[in-house]
């Protein structure tokens, strides 16, 4: 065979020092077809932006470099969060007659670190947050058989402090319900009377908590799914200030009302798993003021792009993109929209028809952007005459888990329902503890918790953890669990 004898142009060009490895390599496999001048033709009439023939090829070829730039930039290796450090196996999904309540999505066996401030204690983890090597559906069929390669920041610091994850909670699907009949794999019941909602999202975590089944858990909260299912099981659920717990490794929902928080049985041990897992990484009558529709326009929009037309990607935030999580929300939502729930069906078709008509960040948008600095105002204002603000936490005990065959809105009536008191705080971030004050006999007999909820000021957790731990030290004592 014929070989080939490299010219002195061929000679120099494979010896060059400035040529990375990948540049003298023959072949790119390319990472993405960028535009070409019909494209830019196309997209000039579509968004009437009258540019010039002229101006159009000059864009055309500029727009070579820049998709050499793109080609770079994935030829990277992906940024990660840090090593995986303690053993483990994937764990199982356990079965109906393992799985008391409904309350598992997956059980592990995860051993931290000899000692630390959590040895001897078990921990749930949210089935919204990753767990590297263990299987993470956020509640629904979109993540199936998705398994991270990474674990949260907060799953790195249970571990660091000697906690032992034994599995991930159920949760609702997406998270996108205060209730908690929208799992995928079915309604998780409360421990207090199983024929009762638990409350969601944090649905797992607070039943599992409630029933001892485990130590403590970690919750989620975008607008009080820490605090409704610790109000509903009589639990101590506490929101933290935002920012103050990372979020970097959970599936996102709205990064300006994320939140990930404890979860425990007692005022003391939410107080010290927050220990564990807080830290940075990487004049009008507020009653007056509509926090609930300024929730509603935000997050409705912010949600619907992050969730489903953004393929969960959380865009504008500086802390961790977790790309297989995304490659694989993405994936879900293309091959199968009409897995997604109910709720997130009805964001979709609303907030895609206010993004044609107006824009993704319309007027409307962005004035309920600006009332949340107004809100938060008028909450930091009221919070400077008192210590605290104390009120309820939900307006109602557990309802009961609603009959198969739910019609939709009768199913939206209840899933949204749980809210009012609760989704104001995630728009001011402002930290929130429900702690049990009671429990309220219903008609059928059922003696059911009633959750406190006090509001501190900013980064003044520790003083909404004393005041629940005053709270539960006069608290009628807990009742007899259903099924324990």
């Not at 007659?97 to 931290?112: F, H, L, M, T």
């Not at 600006?370 to 210590?387: G, I, V």
């Amino acid at each position: 065979m014929h070989e080939h004898t490299l010219t002195t142009e061929e000679e120099s060009w494979y010896t060059s020092p400035t040529l990375t490895m990948a540049d003298k390599q023959l072949y790119h496999s390319p990472a993405l077809s960028g535009p070409q001048l019909e494209d830019f033709r196309r997209l000039n009439e579509e968004l009437k932006l009258r540019c010039t023939e002229e101006e159009l090829e000059g864009m055309a070829k500029n727009a070579e470099g820049v998709t050499a730039s793109y080609q770079r930039v994935s030829e990277f290796p992906d940024t990660s969060l840090p090593v995986v450090r303690y053993p483990r196996t994937p764990g199982y999904r356990p079965r109906p007659d393992d799985n008391p309540y409904n309350a598992w999505a997956w059980k592990c066996d995860i051993r931290g670190a000899a000692e630390g401030k959590l040895s001897g204690r078990t921990v749930g983890i949210k089935d919204n947050t990753a767990v590297a090597g263990v299987p993470m559906r956020n509640g629904s069929k979109i993540l199936e058989n998705y398994v991270p390669e990474f674990d949260a920041t907060v799953v790195t610091r249970i571990l660091d402090a000697g906690g032992r994850i034994i599995g991930k909670t159920s949760v609702e699907d997406m998270c996108l319900s205060g209730s908690s009949i929208t799992n995928s794999d079915g309604p998780v019941r409360n421990p207090r009377d199983e024929s009762r909602i638990a409350g969601g999202s944090s649905s797992g975590s607070g039943a599992l908590v409630a029933a001892g089944l485990v130590d403590m858990a970690i919750g989620g909260d975008q607008g009080g799914s820490i605090r409704i299912p610790a109000s509903f099981t009589g639990i101590v659920g506490l929101k933290p200030t935002y920012g103050l717990v990372p979020y970097t490794g959970a599936s996102t929902f709205d990064p300006s009302v994320d939140h990930l928080g404890p979860m425990a049985r007692t005022v003391s041990d939410c107080a010290l798993l927050l220990e564990v897992i807080a830290g940075y990484d990487d004049g009008r009558d507020a009653r007056q003021f509509p926090g609930g529709d300024i929730k509603t326009v935000c997050s409705g929009q912010a949600g619907y792009h992050c969730m489903v037309k953004d393929g969960g990607a959380p865009y504008y935030s500086k802390g961790f993109y977790p790309v297989s999580m995304l490659e694989a929300s993405q994936r879900g939502v293309t091959a199968c929209p009409q897995d997604l729930p109910p709720a997130v069906k009805f964001h979709a078709l609303y907030s895609e028809y206010m993004t044609q008509l107006y824009g993704r960040a319309n007027k409307f948008y962005a004035k309920a952007n600006n009332l949340k600095m107004e809100l938060t105002r008028q909450y930091d204002a009221a919070l400077q005459k008192f210590d605290v603000l104390v009120m309820p936490t939900m307006p109602f005990v557990a309802p009961k888990i609603p009959p198969a065959g739910i019609s939709y809105l009768d199913l939206s009536r209840h899933t949204w329902s749980m809210a009012s008191n609760t989704c104001q705080f995630n728009i001011t971030g402002h930290p929130a503890v429900t702690v049990n004050a009671g429990f309220a006999l219903t008609d059928d007999g059922i003696q059911l918790p009633v959750g406190m909820m006090i509001v501190g000021k900013k980064f003044d957790d520790v003083t909404v953890l004393q005041m629940a731990r005053a709270v539960e030290t006069i608290a009628p004592k807990d009742k007899k669990l259903s099924g324990v």
